[in-house]
């Protein structure tokens, strides 16, 4: 039963994900009204929300935008950086929102850096394990399945806490970049439809992965629980 469910949730997953570049193409192609490029539209937001301390800045890739707060810069790939399209204002003024978020000390902004290094090293601990199993080492017991079944747990417990802390964060960046860009008048209605559309495409991928490891959560513990 749980394999049924963690398969259709990679389906889901897959065709989410295509969905999302389906649209982001499609938006990618309608030019924006006012001609603003994703990097215009990122520093005039910056600007009006009173932020002088974070660069945005081009970064190699598709789908590759984000905001880090580590060195406070707004990552843009170059379709979004240098296009002057619906999906660069609306890509574009949602990384932004992460930026408003952190000179806001958004709460769970804050909680998702501090999980962080967290998550990394729950990573590397369960590649770690996976590895193992596939050259054997469990069999030859030198980590016995009992040890390292509540290991998993525990990882993919980070893995699901993170991944559910990502959706507010995620969503409340793209309803301050819905605001502002309606607001400053960057977009026409028919445009913030657009936006709002491919920003809610992006939203589902968060959505399904933080189902997918909820689901992976569920099927370690059953095994757990199950072994004892």
Known sequence: MY????IGIMIVSIVV???????FKRY??????KGLTGKEVAELMLRDNQIYDVNVVSVQGRLTDHYNPADKTVNLSPDVYAGNSVMSA?????????????????APLQMRSTLVPIQNASGRVINFLFM???IGSFALGMFPWEYAIPVIVGCYFIFTLFAFITLPVEYDASKRALAWIDERNIVTGEEHEMAKDALNAAA??????????LAMLIYYASMMVGGD
């Open 28 to 33: 990618a192609k309608i030019g924006l009204s």
């Open 204 to 213: 589902r991928t968060y959505l399904v992965a933080a189902l997918g490891s």
């Open 132 to 134: 193992a199993m596939l």
């Open 17 to 23: 994900q295509q969905s999302l570049k389906r649209k």
């Open 3 to 6: 394999w049924i469910l963690i």
């Open 90 to 106: 609306a890509v574009a003024a949602h990384e932004c929102g992460h930026a408003i978020q952190h000179a806001k000390a958004y």
